[in-house]
């Protein structure tokens, strides 16, 4: 399974970020819901997809998704999916759903001693606890925000339950993400250390025992979901100007890592998400 999951401004850690979704208008039905207050060192935010295709046909979902673990109920499995190295999709058929975790770096630990093993990587996880309580709560009674929430909450309590209270340097990983993925000031590895206050190689080590992998993937992860972004939102921005505003030091710059990490150009996405295209 692929992740079904992800601007100048500096975004509430505590709102779902739209970032993430290359083309938001093919999702099917699709909430993001805050982490509650007991797991909000543990979670981002819990994102929950349903979709009804018709038969002979598929929606296919891309995505450039956040540099992070993320464990995945679906109505036959738990799955933990590893951070992504490239863009991703997922074909949907039928009838379906799942309810997913986007972990914090304070969680990943519990469930994965390597947290670079799984990157790219998807694998089925035994929770039977956890996947018979997130199933009651989806296929129980109630409109589809209350299942939504009952769900939620369900996953919650069994993370905090299960997964002990982080440690200072869990929580210092905790603010690398949040720093790295909420300042656009921070352009280079050298620029999240000095926020820290940490020398890069600790930035380094605290990136591979929590994220699997390293800082600099996640800054330029979070500077390509915001110049994918701004292909969508922004039609009028030259690509030049997207590429500086984003510290790039060229348009060619961006162009050559967009295309390394999407498998396509720059104007290829922008006519893609166009108006015109949809």
């Not at 490239?86 to 074909?91: F, G, K, V």
């Not at 498998?263 to 108006?275: D, E, F, H, I, N």
Request: proline share 10%; glycine share 6%; charged share 20%.
């Amino acid at each position: 399974m692929d992740r079904l999951e992800d601007s100048r401004h500096v975004p509430d850690p505590g709102v779902p970020s739209p970032r993430g979704v290359l083309y938001p208008a093919r999702l099917p039905t699709f909430d993001r819901l805050p982490a509650p207050d007991a797991v909000a060192q543990l979670v981002r935010w819990f994102w929950i997809p349903e979709w009804q295709i018709q038969p002979g046909r598929s929606s296919r979902q891309h995505l450039i998704a956040f540099p992070a673990y993320n464990l995945v109920v679906e109505p036959r499995t738990v799955g933990l999916a590893g951070p992504t190295t490239r863009s991703s999709y997922r074909d949907l058929t039928g009838t379906g759903w799942a309810v997913g975790a986007l972990l914090l770096p304070a969680a990943v630990p519990h469930f994965a001693a390597d947290p670079a093993a799984l990157r790219d990587a998807y694998q089925p996880v035994d929770l039977p606890v956890l996947h018979e309580r997130v199933c009651n709560a989806m296929l129980g009674p109630g409109d589809r925000q209350a299942r939504h929430r009952h769900a939620v909450d369900a996953f919650a309590a069994w993370l905090a339950g299960t997964v002990p209270p982080p440690n200072r340097e869990a929580l210092l990983a905790n603010a690398m993400v949040e720093a790295i993925d909420s300042d656009p000031a921070i352009r280079t590895v050298e620029d999240a250390a000095v926020r820290l206050r940490l020398s890069t190689r600790s930035l380094q080590r605290l990136a591979s025992r929590y994220v699997g992998l390293p800082p600099s993937t996640m800054i330029r992860r979070r500077r390509l979901q915001e110049a994918a972004e701004r292909l969508r939102t922004d039609p009028g921005t030259t690509l030049a100007a997207i590429a500086a505003d984003l510290g790039y030091s060229d348009h060619a710059h961006l162009a050559n890592e967009f295309r390394s990490v999407l498998g396509l150009t720059l104007s290829t996405y922008r006519r893609r998400v166009s108006p015109e295209a949809t």
